[in-house]
């Protein structure tokens, strides 16, 4: 059984119910709605209702926020608001940001700084309400790990991992509910720190996630990603995993990962 952690379906040019509707078939028996903003995070619930086995995340995107400068208590607020009336189905928060490498050329600083803020009153928000985060840090590795100590925040995801193991590991000893979640980033050959993370954390810490309509799997690369492709994933990690760790058999793999994301959306 398989489980898309991170998942734009809304972005994709297919239908939203037609991609849903082949879930089944293949395998895939829960995905996380992944939203940018407020609006969005609202159809996504609307969807979550709709289909009981996917459910939704909900955030505002740090970069959107810098372009059209509103107000973080205001949204943060929002959100609040979104959470209290849908706790069933909103199942994260999505995403805390820090990166780097994306920063607004013009104000570098300030965008860092909006991120940081962000990050920290999501952060608050989600313990207030015991959920996990989803955290999307690239090229910030060091003020990533400083954030999460200085709020104490346990339960989180690193989403779609594009640092290295010494990272992986130490977010691994310092909280216990951490997770690490891969990508199609995990197949390729330059990614060599991403390769090295996934076949030598432990199992109980993976995640498999496909971040469509990004990232299609080279299988199907000229296509656009969506939720099914996610069995590409899993089979990377096998291969990976096949040298390093002796007892993991493909078929403990993928039920130790479909638990591993049982267990941090606390669905049962």
């Given at each position: 059984?398989l489980?898309?952690?991170h998942?734009?379906?809304?972005?994709?040019k297919?239908?939203?119910?037609?991609i849903?509707?082949t879930l089944?078939e293949?395998?895939?028996k829960?995905i996380?709605?992944?939203w940018v903003?407020?609006?969005s995070?609202?159809?996504c619930i609307?969807?979550s209702?709709?289909?009981?086995?996917t459910f939704?995340?909900?955030?505002?995107?740090?970069c959107?926020t810098?372009?059209?400068?509103?107000?973080?208590?205001?949204?943060?607020?929002k959100?609040?608001?979104?959470?209290e009336n849908?706790r069933?189905?909103?199942?994260?928060i999505?995403?805390?940001?820090?990166?780097?490498?994306h920063?607004?050329k013009?104000?570098?600083n300030?965008?860092?700084?909006i991120?940081?803020?962000?990050f920290i009153?999501q952060i608050?928000?989600?313990?207030?309400?015991?959920?996990?985060?989803?955290?999307?840090?690239?090229?910030?590795?060091?003020?990533?790990?400083?954030i999460?100590?200085k709020?104490?925040?346990?339960k989180?995801i690193?989403?779609?991992?594009?640092?290295?193991?010494d990272f992986?590991?130490?977010a691994?000893y310092?909280s216990?509910?951490?997770k690490?979640?891969?990508s199609w980033?995990?197949?390729?050959?330059k990614?060599?720190?991403?390769?090295?993370?996934?076949?030598?954390i432990?199992?109980?810490k993976?995640l498999?996630?496909?971040?469509?309509?990004?990232l299609s799997?080279q299988?199907?690369?000229w296509e656009?990603?969506?939720?099914?492709n996610?069995?590409?994933n899993?089979?990377?990690?096998?291969?990976?995993?096949?040298e390093?760790?002796k007892?993991?058999t493909?078929?403990?793999?993928?039920?130790?990962?479909?638990?591993?994301?049982l267990?941090i959306?606390?669905?049962?």
């Open positions: 059984m489980f898309d952690t998942s734009h379906i809304f972005l994709c297919k239908d939203n119910d037609d849903i509707k089944k293949n395998n895939v829960h996380i709605h992944i903003d407020i609006e995070s609202k159809t609307e969807l209702k709709k289909y009981n086995d939704c995340s909900v955030w505002i995107h740090p959107y810098y372009k059209n400068k509103l107000d973080i208590h205001e949204n943060i607020k959100l609040e608001d979104l959470i849908n069933k189905h909103i199942k994260a999505w995403e805390c940001w820090l990166d780097n490498y920063l607004n013009e104000n570098p300030k965008e860092q700084e991120q940081k803020q962000y009153e608050k928000l989600a313990q207030k309400y015991d959920l996990p985060v989803v955290i999307h840090t690239r090229e910030a590795k060091e003020e990533t790990l400083e999460i100590k709020t104490g925040l346990k989180f690193l989403h779609c991992f594009s640092e290295d193991l992986a590991m130490k691994i310092y216990n509910e951490c690490i979640s891969f980033i995990v197949t390729y050959k990614a060599e720190n991403v390769i090295k993370t996934a076949a030598n432990p199992l109980e993976i498999i996630e496909t971040d469509c309509p990004y799997p299988k199907v690369r656009e990603n969506n939720p099914i996610v069995k590409y899993l089979e990377q990690i096998i291969k990976l995993r096949q390093n760790w007892n993991e493909n078929e403990k793999i993928e039920k130790t990962i479909f638990e591993n994301s267990k959306f606390s669905i049962k």
